[in-house]
């Protein structure tokens, strides 16, 4: 194409940027997609890490829902039924933390932890276990989610 033919059609262009007020879109290279594509993933880690159980546990001891040296032994999310269970293990720490609560406490404590968790994991049920067995207090067994 001659010199001629491209002179009009660059100044259109000019004149249609400038007469919207907008600025040039930059051009999408390889480089800029890459760049998105590793922020997009550091951010995706990050709402993933928020999200741990250990991390979890460990603000709620923040709050005095967990004491400070309890732990996550295992963590686990199952579906029974239809509906969405998750499985918490927790160490010993938790259930002598428990066990040191007047029965509204109690209640109270377990089901702020409870709430937290079925509210982060969008579950419909929580089995909480310490070092593997039900959680047992001086006034309840909590055996079923």
Request: aromatic fraction near 6%; include cysteine; hydrophobic fraction near 35%.
């Amino acid at each position: 194409m001659s010199r001629k033919k491209w002179l009009p059609m660059i100044g259109i262009t000019i004149l249609l940027c400038a007469a919207c007020g907008k600025e040039q879109i930059p051009a999408v290279n390889q480089e800029s997609t890459e760049e998105v594509q590793e922020s997009l993933q550091q951010t995706t880690e990050e709402t993933l890490n928020v999200l741990r159980p250990e991390n979890i546990i460990s603000h709620l001891s923040l709050h005095n829902i967990t004491s400070i040296d309890t732990k996550v032994n295992s963590f686990s999310e199952e579906k029974e039924n239809g509906k969405k269970i998750l499985y918490l293990d927790l160490t010993k720490a938790y259930g002598e933390y428990v066990n040191t609560m007047n029965e509204q406490s109690e209640e109270l404590i377990l089901a702020a932890l409870s709430k937290t968790f079925l509210e982060a994991y969008d579950a419909d049920g929580l089995m909480l276990t310490v070092e593997g067995k039900a959680l047992t207090t001086a006034h309840q067994t909590y055996d079923t989610p």
